[in-house]
């Protein structure tokens, strides 16, 4: 059987992970779960929201899937998901984002990948007081992390039969740092002649995103940008509580939703799973589940087609009503 490594979290954390781990039983999929902690409750006990088991029992898995974990804010920790990507070295962060039925956007069509490079950027957290005035913060980009996501931006176009990637910088403002940024993709793009390759300005891209998103196939981003226009893309296909993604390195894959742990809505019943089931369907293909996934993926969207729809969708469900519901066009 599988070893999977499970991330509970906190705040709707427990309640999307539950209603996943229950539709993936009920079809059929046989996981051991490593059932890990973490986050705010995890620091009282342990005194890190992020305890060295966690980041052990992913070596050891291989893969893991993670609801979201709160970072508690001024309490001098590092965020919980900064530090999974860099202790695991996962250095591609993948957020597949097209139109799912029945949830209403202004575009229809939209079949967009972000692939963000997850380790470095303004990310590395270089940061310093100037003086009492003045704060600075250091944007590292090297030429090695430059270049393996460009190389993996296009392998995953040719895998899945993309036609283009489309490089987001800023190169015309930072010469140095997005210049290299983009002579690398440049230079990966030369070895696949096969994907169409084009560049952006961050800044009209996200213009042209929210006119006709229609026109981008996947995006490749620096860290920061990547942050951004991956929230602005997850927005185009109707919201967090549908956005997927996916933390991939060498050797380990952390598969986690978009949003947040929404504290505002936890332990109501109120939360959208469909972020996590979708990081869990792409978590499947991964582990070689792939027609499992597909069958949860049918099941998902004959409830949405069925208009049973959680509240952020503007819905009436409960968040176990739409699981229920889920399971029962499993076994239909
Ligand atoms: P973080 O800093 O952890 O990203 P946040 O508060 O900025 O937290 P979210 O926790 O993602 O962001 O929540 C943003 C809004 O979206 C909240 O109003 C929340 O209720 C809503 N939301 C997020 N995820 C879901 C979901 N799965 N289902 C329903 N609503 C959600």
Redesign the pocket.
Known sequence: MKQVTLIRGD??GPE?TEAVVKIIKAAGVEIDWDIQTAGADVIETEGVPLPERVINSVKNTGVALKS?V?TPIGKGFRSVNVQLRKDLDLYANLRPCYNLPNVKTRFDNVDIVVVRENTEDLYAGIERQVDKDTAESIKIITRKASLRIAEFAFDYAVKNNRKEVCIVTKANICKLSDGLFLECARDVAAKYPSINFREILVDNCCMQLVQNPNQFDVLLLPNLYGDIVSDLCAGLIG???IAQGANIGKNYAVFE?V???????AGQD???????LMSAIEMLNYIGEKEAGEKIKKALFKTLEADIK???LKGTATCSEFTNTIIDFLVD
């Open positions: 705040g709707i999307i979201p709160t919201g967090l509580g939703p949003h947040g742990s929404a504290p505002d809505i109120k939360a959208n799973p469909t972020a996590m959680t509240a952020d």
